[in-house]
């Protein structure tokens, strides 16, 4: 088994935090000498956010970060692209990650005033108003489930301040 440490650029990984999928393809491709199996640490301009294993010409996810680790980033890494990793500089980063949480049930808003005739219209323009949007700019209010009260707003997966002033 190999270990490597892959770093997108920022609107891939953007693209990466805006939603939920199960791999991620370099545009590169997978380097040569990686195989099916070999750990991948995945970093963004933030530092590493998840881990992965490749998969034909795929990484897959194993675990994603809440927020990206800059500790976790070996110096010697490219500014974007592939890099191999040897064990030691491979413990080291896994080492520097925070300890993962375990699951737990999050309320997730949305709310939107809309302006319809009946409410298959309000349904329709909502669906339309939130695509033409999308995650770069509406942001979503997430609470710990029990506790709304707790709740903060998010952009991309990143907390968001809300004051109209800011």
């Not at 339309?128 to 707003?153: C, H, K, M, N, Q």
Request: proline residues 7%; hydrophobic residues 40%; glycine residues 10%.
């Amino acid at each position: 088994m190999r270990y490597w440490l892959l770093v997108l650029n920022e609107d891939d990984f953007t693209e990466q935090q805006a939603y939920e999928v199960d791999s991620v393809k370099s545009a590169a491709g997978v380097p040569a000498g990686a195989e099916d199996g070999d750990e991948v640490a995945l970093a963004g301009p933030g530092g590493v956010f998840a881990l992965g294993r490749v998969e034909g010409e795929a990484v897959a996810y194993r675990r994603r970060l809440e927020e990206p680790s800059e500790a976790a980033v070996p110096l010697e890494g490219p500014e974007e692209g592939w890099a191999p990793l040897d064990e030691a500089a491979w413990g080291s980063l896994v080492g520097a990650l925070p300890t993962a949480e375990r699951r737990s049930d999050w309320l997730v808003t949305l709310s939107i005033p809309i302006e319809a005739v009946d409410r298959a219209e309000a349904v329709r323009r909502f669906w339309s108003y939130v695509r033409s949007l999308g995650p770069t700019e509406l942001p979503t209010f997430v609470a710990p489930y029990g506790r709304e009260i707790d709740g903060t707003a998010f952009l991309l997966g990143v907390e968001h301040e809300q004051d109209p002033e800011e």
